[in-house]
């Protein structure tokens, strides 16, 4: 097959484009910033019609990663790239799309687990998940994140694209051994003894293992009979302090310093992040995906710490912070 992945030049388009090359399967990465990979790197701007949509012209699959990090404070200038890098980026692969005479057999469009609402009581599936945006007393940036995932999917349901099949990936947060990964970083706190609950550590943490990620993607592109939002979660979320505990347990280290909430605002304050990222409750679960048969290899923590920790150290254990 032929695979172009818009915007996947970082963490996540590296996850998934690095199996489909070995295996054997043509990559295009799209990037801002066209640089050294072992598949080609073609150069887009993200927002405008160029050389780069012939890239589309008879290949099998597009997976669109494109948006900027949200981690980072969400002032005025942040949050209006942050929501037109999404919009902008959708919009235009779907005119590529569109213009195309052999068009792509199937479009996965990334979003977020961050589009269901903050809660403890019950799971959020595709079917009875409840989207955000409406809980007492959310924090302002929280609503905007909501809004920001539910313009970014109407993107993709306005596209005109009759012949291409599209999927909504709302996904947790990929768990993998990377530097500057997700994992990276909570390992990180545990390391140096940091890694104890957040705030009240009630939140649910919803999450998915790398290796499930790219399967659960190749599983979805295979699949005819699949379209529309389809959670990228392991099915057994849990809460941040049973979550950092497992991690703790996985790395071998009992302790870690808990972090109050005052502590939290204080540092996402120095780091130039938000809260959202760690105190929102995420209880998202699949409902498609094993409804379909899809099956996961790491569906609980303990398991999927684990792995990544014994991969971590493979990679870093002998190099310095």
Not at 38 to 55: F, H, I, K, S, Y
Not at 69 to 75: A, E, H
Not at 176 to 182: C, L, Q, T, V
Not at 236 to 264: C, D, K, Q, S, V
Request: charged fraction near 25%.
């Amino acid at each position: 097959m032929k695979i172009v992945i818009p915007g996947g030049s970082g963490q996540v388009g590296t996850i998934l484009a690095r199996p489909f090359h070995e295996d054997g399967h043509e990559v295009v990465v799209l990037s801002r910033r066209p640089g050294d990979a072992p598949w080609r790197v073609v150069g887009w701007d993200a927002q405008t019609l160029g050389n780069w949509a012939a890239e589309l012209e008879g290949t099998d699959v597009v997976i669109n990663l494109a948006g900027r990090s949200v981690n980072c404070r969400y002032t005025p200038a942040n949050r209006r790239e942050i929501l037109e890098s999404r919009v902008n980026s959708v919009r235009v692969v779907g005119e590529a799309i569109a213009r195309a005479a052999s068009p792509p057999r199937v479009w996965l469009q990334a979003s977020t687990a961050t589009i269901y609402a903050h809660r403890y009581d019950a799971p959020n599936d595709e079917a009875s998940g409840i989207l955000g945006g409406m809980e007492p007393g959310a924090p302002d940036t929280w609503r905007f994140s909501i809004d920001v995932a539910q313009a970014w999917e109407c993107a993709l349901d306005e596209a005109a694209t009759p012949q291409t099949r599209k999927v909504k990936l709302r996904s947790a947060i990929v768990m993998s051994p990377g530097r500057g990964s997700a994992f990276d970083t909570l390992l990180g706190l545990v390391r140096h003894g940091l890694g104890g609950r957040a705030g009240d550590g009630r939140q649910y943490v919803s999450w998915i293992h790398d290796r499930d990620f790219v399967r659960a993607a190749a599983w979805l592109i295979a699949r005819d009979d699949m379209a529309g939002a389809v959670n990228l979660a392991a099915p057994n979320p849990l809460p941040n302090a049973e979550f950092m505990r497992a991690l703790r347990n996985a790395w071998g280290i009992r302790f870690g310093l808990p972090a109050t909430h005052g502590m939290l605002e204080a540092g996402a304050l120095f780091l130039r992040t938000e809260t959202e990222l760690i105190l929102k409750s995420r209880r998202v679960v699949p409902g498609r995906l094993p409804q379909a048969g899809f099956t996961f290899q790491f569906p609980v923590w303990p398991e999927a710490a684990r792995d990544l920790c014994r991969r971590w150290r493979d990679v870093y254990a002998q190099k310095p912070d």
